[in-house]
């Protein structure tokens, strides 16, 4: 007889019942600002990042797509696909001001908002607080409200729980909507190729097609013996979304955990006082997000990798939070000191603050009166 697997989560409180579960996505987010904000744009493929001989595709818009290109690919690859690509800086505080306007709409509708991202957030709208009765309803309300507020196209996945949710929202890509129903979770796993579960990334999905694993369905049919041997602590996370199984909780104001910036150089860079100019390019990248988030914190990490790919940490950490710019920068500074001179030229340097301090909400939202409402 095989193992039982404990289908419950430490996280979950027993007795919730079927959530209702909405994962919103943008549609290509960064590149469709930039179309937005230049007309030019529209209807061309786009790509956001660095076109240097080292730059990655941030993203990258739908018509960039069809010619192979992808986000995380190189910026040189994605040129060799897409002769015509168009590249276009990023510009992150856009994007955040346009993040936070959407935010604002998913709180129009519940306070159980959870952003993984700029451009993607889980809502539990379990609780019908506008009365509106249907999950899907507040989903379709919200793209038709991103749309008329911001200009911009968002996809949905509604389900009752967070996987398939998410899943779900990738479904009809772009400007669409998928529905999970209950009782209709474990068919929906079952035809979905491996390569599309979150979680799994290339290598993961190239070891299980190598076990004869391309679909949920194959997924589902190893048993917990077998997934243990081959996947170790992941088997019983594979075992339950192979079931459609996911009792997580929608969880509103994640912590940040840090706050950084990082830059991959065109060139390696050997020179002590190159490395230096470029440090303090990266302390003001770094501090203005910092300020944008309102963070404090206590430690300050310095990031290299040097030409063979080599990582190279330094961090410090103080018994109260950095005060202001220049004790970050001196701190960032006293660390890449440390490191000097180096045994290999620099390919990538980044700082983070972390060890967070977070503010408490100086008015806690009142608990207020709720009603469930259906799924569909």
Not at 186 to 201: K, L, S
Not at 225 to 247: C, K, M, N, V
Not at 318 to 325: G, K, S
Request: glycine content about 8%; aromatic content about 6%; some cysteine.
């Amino acid at each position: 007889m095989a193992d039982p697997v404990d289908e419950t989560d430490p996280d979950d409180a027993p007795g919730l019942g079927l959530r209702k579960i909405i994962h919103v996505d943008m549609d290509a987010f960064y590149a469709s600002v930039e179309q937005r904000d230049d007309p030019s744009l529209r209807g061309k493929p786009v790509a956001v990042g660095g076109d240097g001989p080292r730059g990655v595709l941030t993203t990258c818009s739908y018509e960039a797509r069809k010619f192979g290109c992808r986000s995380a690919m190189p910026s040189i690859t994605a040129k060799r696909l897409c002769p015509q690509l168009i590249f276009v800086r990023p510009r992150f505080p856009v994007y955040t001001a346009v993040s936070h306007q959407i935010r604002d709409i998913f709180c129009d509708y519940t306070p159980l908002v959870e952003p993984l991202s700029l451009d993607e957030a889980y809502l539990d709208v379990t609780a019908d607080v506008k009365g509106i009765g249907s999950a899907t309803r507040i989903a379709e309300l919200i793209r038709e409200r991103i749309k008329a507020e911001t200009g911009l196209t968002a996809s949905a996945g509604v389900s009752y729980n967070k996987f398939i949710a998410k899943l779900a929202s990738d479904q009809n890509k772009p400007d669409g909507i998928c529905v999970v129903r209950p009782g209709e979770g474990a068919a929906f796993i079952a035809a979905m190729p491996i390569r599309r579960f979150h979680g799994i990334g290339p290598r993961g999905a190239e070891k299980m097609e190598q076990l004869g694993i391309e679909t949920g369905a194959d997924l589902a049919a190893k048993d917990i013996h077998f997934l243990r041997e081959h996947f170790g602590s992941q088997a019983e996370h594979l075992y339950r979304a192979a079931r459609g199984i996911d009792l997580r909780q929608v969880k509103a104001d994640r912590a940040r955990k840090s706050v950084g910036a990082e830059r991959t150089f065109d060139h390696d860079i050997s020179s002590g006082a190159a490395l230096r100019e470029q440090l303090e390019r990266i302390v003001g990248l770094c501090w203005d997000r910092i300020e944008r988030s309102k963070a404090q914190g206590r430690t300050v990490t310095l990031k290299l990798k040097l030409k063979d790919f080599t990582g190279l940490t330094r961090a410090r950490s103080l018994t109260q939070p950095v005060q202001d710019r220049n004790q970050f920068a001196e701190i960032g500074h006293a660390l890449l000191e440390e490191l000097l001179p180096l045994p290999q030229p620099v390919r990538l340097m980044g700082l983070t603050l972390s060890q967070l301090v977070e503010d408490e909400p100086e008015n806690p939202a009142p608990a207020r009166s709720v009603s469930q409402l259906s799924l569909f």
